[in-house]
């Protein structure tokens, strides 16, 4: 299928590895160019070059932390005007929630929730102004289903699907759609050091540790990226302008409701 959005530019935050990657390789595939951020400066330069070589598309990397007002100013210097936002950050840190000061409460909010509406209050009104736009953020399936030591992730990421739900409805009629992928287990950095802290809590083996979780998943694998990455450019794509306001979820059927 060509979701039509071939000359179109794209941001995709915290890029350079995981979901985000994967994200930016799939736009880039339909022919959508990059301005692509991570902290790392090896490992962005290292993606946008593949993606290059892999597509053909212009891909600027940007050398930036999407979580300070200074990444953020970075990233929009280098794409003012873009079509689409990928919002991606990493995740803080697990732990039982009588554990978090009031600081950490308030780092979560800012990392993974008033990031990505700052940088949507700055494109959003040249989305509107094209008429087009697709913004996508990508959360966790905790918001839909809370885990017990991801407190921090959940609560900021709700306040940005809040947000999301508000403001969608505001600026649809300018074929300008917000909407959410919450990710289960997907196999990423992050999840391996999940897994990881998961088996020395229980004091077992990482294979064995993993097999448990795969097991727990109906679909009885953890996810590619690239399948992820593949739902995120659909969602940006001309067919999805109904679509907006919405939170899809990824998780093999782990989500044992009915809606």
């Given at each position: 299928m060509d979701l039509g959005i071939a000359g179109r530019h794209a941001i995709v935050c915290?890029?350079?590895?995981?979901?985000?990657?994967?994200?930016?390789?799939?736009?880039?595939?339909?022919?959508?160019?990059?301005?692509?951020?991570?902290?790392?400066?090896?490992?962005?330069?290292?993606?946008?070059?593949?993606?290059?070589?892999?597509?053909?598309?212009?891909?600027?990397?940007?050398?930036?932390?999407?979580?300070?007002?200074?990444?953020?100013?970075?990233?929009?210097?280098?794409?003012?005007?873009?079509?689409?936002?990928?919002?991606?950050?990493?995740?803080?840190?697990?732990?039982?929630?009588?554990?978090?000061?009031?600081?950490?409460?308030?780092?979560?909010?800012?990392?993974?929730?008033?990031?990505?509406?700052?940088?949507?209050?700055?494109?959003?009104?040249?989305?509107?102004?094209?008429?087009?736009?697709?913004?996508?953020?990508?959360?966790?399936?905790?918001?839909?289903?809370?885990?017990?030591?991801?407190?921090?992730s959940t609560a900021a990421r709700l306040g940005l699907t809040g947000y999301t739900a508000g403001v969608a409805r505001q600026v649809a009629q300018h074929n300008v759609t917000i909407n959410n992928i919450l990710p289960g287990w997907f196999d990423t950095d992050r999840f391996r050091s999940g897994v990881t802290s998961r088996a020395k809590a229980t004091g077992i083996a990482f294979e064995e540790q993993l097999a448990r979780q795969q097991a727990a998943v109906p679909a009885g694998r953890i996810g590619d990226p690239a399948e992820l990455g593949d739902a995120c450019a659909w969602l940006c794509s001309r067919q999805a302008g109904y679509i907006t306001g919405q939170n899809l979820l990824l998780d093999g059927g782990q989500f044992p409701g009915t809606f």
């Open positions: 915290a890029a350079s590895k995981g979901l985000g990657r994967a994200c930016a390789t799939a736009l880039a595939r339909e022919g959508v160019s990059l301005t692509i951020s991570a902290r790392t400066k090896a490992d962005i330069e290292a993606t946008a070059e593949e993606i290059r070589a892999a597509h053909g598309v212009a891909v600027t990397a940007v050398v930036a932390d999407v979580t300070t007002p200074e990444g953020r100013a970075a990233i929009l210097a280098a794409s003012p005007r873009a079509d689409i936002l990928v919002n991606n950050a990493g995740g803080p840190p697990r732990g039982d929630f009588r554990s978090f000061a009031a600081e950490q409460w308030l780092a979560a909010v800012n990392d993974n929730m008033v990031a990505a509406i700052e940088l949507i209050r700055v494109l959003i009104d040249g989305m509107i102004e094209r008429r087009f736009g697709r913004i996508v953020n990508i959360t966790s399936s905790a918001v839909k289903s809370p885990v017990a030591d991801l407190s921090l």
